[in-house]
């Protein structure tokens, strides 16, 4: 949410944030792998922001064929942002293992559940999804990955969620961090002038 909330000057506070934590190996591997595949969602975030967008052509001699100045800016931003959440997210996967993940995320949905959110079926279905798209065969390509029939065995009758006990630690992460996003939030109103 702070990525997406930040004014354009909070950016290079938040690019080495991300640069800092893309010296560590297991990041830097999760990192590019995300940044990999989301190349062509990247893509056609600046192209459609760069054609979809009034503004001074960038070429104008092009004609309707030029894409706007104002749009690469703006489709610039928003990959920057989708790259910057995507380097959080690699820090995530890269130091959390999977089963400590879907149980916080179990945990975290609790308040859904007064509005009926099925949560168990919920991390039931991440959990399946995530073992089979990590066990899954490799095709060469897409279309025959299509094709293939699924094998019997390659579904479990069971699917077990280890259970972690809430600490003091989590208490003080969770707080921390909605300081950060707060404190960031709050320099961006002042750098704007609202308060």
Do not use: N
Request: with cysteine; aromatic share 10%.
């Amino acid at each position: 949410m702070v990525v997406e909330r930040a004014a354009f000057s909070l950016f290079p506070v938040l690019a080495v944030a991300a640069a800092t934590a893309f010296l560590f190996a297991p990041i830097r591997q999760e990192g590019w792998r995300l940044l990999r595949r989301t190349r062509w969602l990247m893509a056609v975030l600046l192209l459609s922001y760069a054609y979809a967008l009034p503004g001074a052509a960038l070429w104008p001699e092009l004609g309707w064929a030029s894409p706007g100045i104002e749009g690469l800016q703006q489709g610039a931003l928003r990959a920057g942002r989708l790259a910057l959440m995507l380097a959080g997210l690699a820090a995530l996967l890269a130091r959390t293992p999977r089963s400590r993940l879907i149980y916080g995320l179990y945990a975290l949905v609790r308040p859904l559940t007064w509005l009926g959110f099925d949560r168990r079926a919920f991390v039931v279905r991440l959990g399946l999804t995530l073992d089979y798209a990590e066990h899954a065969p490799k095709p060469v390509r897409w279309l025959d990955a299509l094709r293939a029939p699924l094998p019997d065995d390659a579904t479990p009758a069971v699917y077990t969620l280890q259970t972690e006990r809430w600490q003091v630690c989590d208490s003080a992460v969770i707080l921390a961090g909605l300081l950060a996003a707060i404190s960031l939030l709050a320099w961006d109103r002042v750098g704007m002038g609202l308060f």
